[in-house]
C-alpha cells in the first residue's frame, strides 16, 4: 500500500468523523401585541448548532421584537419533517421571522 495514501485517508475519515452535518432546527412559538390586543402562532428556523426551547427563546424574541412583538411562548423545537404539519396553523406567520 503507497505510504502517503494511508494518512490522506486517515485525515479524510477523522474530518468526516468530526464535522456531522447539522440538521435544520424549527421553533413554534405563540407571542402577543398589545393596544389592540392581537395574538399569533408562528414557526421559525432556529441559527446555531443548540437546538433547544431556551436557544429558541432567546432569537425569537430578538426577532420578534423588530416589529413590536412579544414571545409569550416556545412551544417546542422540531426538526423539517414537522413543518409541513404547522404550516397552515402558522399561516402569514409560517417562517416569517
Same mark, same amino acid.
Given at each position: ?5 494511508? &494518512? ?14 447539522? =440538521?435544520? /432546527?424549527?421553533?413554534? !412559538? ?5 393596544? &389592540?390586543?392581537?395574538?399569533? !402562532? ?5 441559527? *446555531?448548532?443548540? /437546538?433547544? &426551547?431556551? =436557544?429558541?427563546? =432567546? ?14 411562548? $416556545?412551544?417546542? $423545537?422540531? *426538526?423539517? @419533517? *414537522? ?5 397552515? @396553523? =402558522? ?7
Amino acid at each position: 500500500m503507497n505510504k502517503t495514501f494511508l &494518512p490522506a485517508a486517515l485525515m479524510a475519515a477523522l474530518t468526516l468523523m468530526a464535522a456531522p452535518a447539522a =440538521a435544520a /432546527c424549527y421553533a413554534d !412559538y405563540k407571542a402577543k401585541r398589545d393596544d &389592540p390586543l392581537r395574538l399569533h !402562532y408562528g414557526t421559525i428556523r432556529i441559527d *446555531g448548532n443548540t /437546538c433547544t &426551547p431556551e =436557544a429558541a427563546a =432567546a432569537q425569537i424574541r430578538s426577532r420578534l421584537a423588530r416589529d413590536q412583538w412579544t414571545l409569550l411562548n $416556545v412551544l417546542g $423545537v422540531f *426538526g423539517e @419533517s *414537522g413543518l409541513a404539519e404547522r404550516k397552515a @396553523s =402558522a399561516g402569514q406567520f409560517h417562517l416569517r421571522y
